[in-house]
């Protein structure tokens, strides 16, 4: 039993170039998430796709995109990778409102 | 501005006490509340929830507690033990809204031997 899996766990970018970041549940998890951790500001929420068909911004999605490619599947899209988008990306999935979130074991990005 | 705040980043305890982990939060329309743990480099795991219809829940040697008037969440651990060394994160849902999470940013549990 998998969980949330992403990929990949780490990655270099230079500054411009782009790259999408793949999750996959397999829970059956209708809403799914994406994050981002920075030293000292927690978890930030970045995009998320409340059901299959639907995606809506977070507090801070600019530069990304997102797709919700079926239930299972949720990616994040850097279309031009700058500095400031060097963090840790957390994907997450949950079942219903009033239950928990799973996270996946994240993606350490950097882009110099 | 935050609506969640963990005012202390970090925290050290002694093996076998108690640790507290505060949480507190600013809109009365949170009506879930998470605790989770984070190990470095890994992602966070679900460690304990409740309800704002409850003011306590209990599983093992965690309790959260919750304290609507004061909008103020805590996490107790008891006893203590070097495995719980991480980050925690308090995290709020608000109620009739999407129910995506907010997080604090985190306090960093030590415990020593």
Known sequence: ?112 | DQQVKQNSPSLSVQEGRISILNCDYTNSMFDYFLWYKKYPAEGPTFLISISSIKDKNEDGRFTVFLNKSAKHLSLHIVPSQPGDSAVYFCAVKRGGSQGNLIFGKGTKLSVKP
């Open chain 1, 1 to 112: 039993n998998a969980g949330v899996t992403q990929t990949p766990k780490f990655q270099v970018l230079k500054t411009g170039q782009s790259m999408t970041l793949q999750c996959a549940q397999d829970m059956n998890h209708n809403s799914m998430y994406w994050y981002r951790q920075d030293p000292g500001m927690g978890l930030r929420l970045i995009y998320y796709s409340a059901s299959e068909g639907t995606t809506d911004k977070g507090e801070v999605p600019n530069g990304y995109n997102v797709s919700r490619l079926n239930k299972r599947e949720f990616s994040l899209r850097l279309e031009s990778a700058a500095p400031s988008q060097t963090s840790v990306y957390f994907c997450a999935s949950r079942y219903s409102l009033n239950t928990e979130a799973f996270f996946g074991q994240g993606t350490r990005l950097t882009v110099v």
